[in-house]
């Protein structure tokens, strides 16, 4: 079973999101969490409340064994982006692209597999 979390318009940007994304595929949502708050920047803050509320949603609605949950993949796309402008010499204007992200957690249910 997969159970899906996911945030928009975020205010950072992807390539910033995506590296910390791919250190914690395959954790345990509680271990990833544990882990992204010791970090303490912006980009793990925001990825470890999106599995956070992941694996709220797979223990209150589909009422899972949370030891049993793994983070199967984390998307992060490109959001819209803000334009604004900076003043530069000879009355020109350079662009600045202020970036968004849109990031999506999904958990699988790990199946017991009981040894012989």
């Known amino acids: 079973m997969e159970i899906i979390a996911q945030t928009k318009y975020i205010r950072i940007s992807p390539k910033k999101v995506h590296a910390l994304a791919r250190a914690t595929i395959g954790l345990n949502p509680q271990l990833a969490i544990d882990r992204l708050t010791l970090l303490g920047n912006k980009a793990s803050r925001v990825l470890a409340k999106v599995i956070l509320s992941a694996f709220s949603n797979a223990k209150k609605n589909a009422n899972l064994d949370p030891k049993l949950l793994k983070i199967k993949s984390i998307e992060t796309g490109?959001?819209?982006?803000?334009?604004?402008?900076?003043?530069?010499?000879?009355?020109?204007?350079?662009?600045?692209?202020?970036?968004?992200?849109?990031i999506k957690v999904i958990l699988e249910e790990i199946k017991e597999v009981h040894g012989a």
């Open 78 to 102: 490109k959001g819209p982006f803000f334009k604004r402008w900076n003043p530069v010499s000879r009355g020109m204007a350079h662009q600045i692209k202020k970036r968004t992200s849109h």
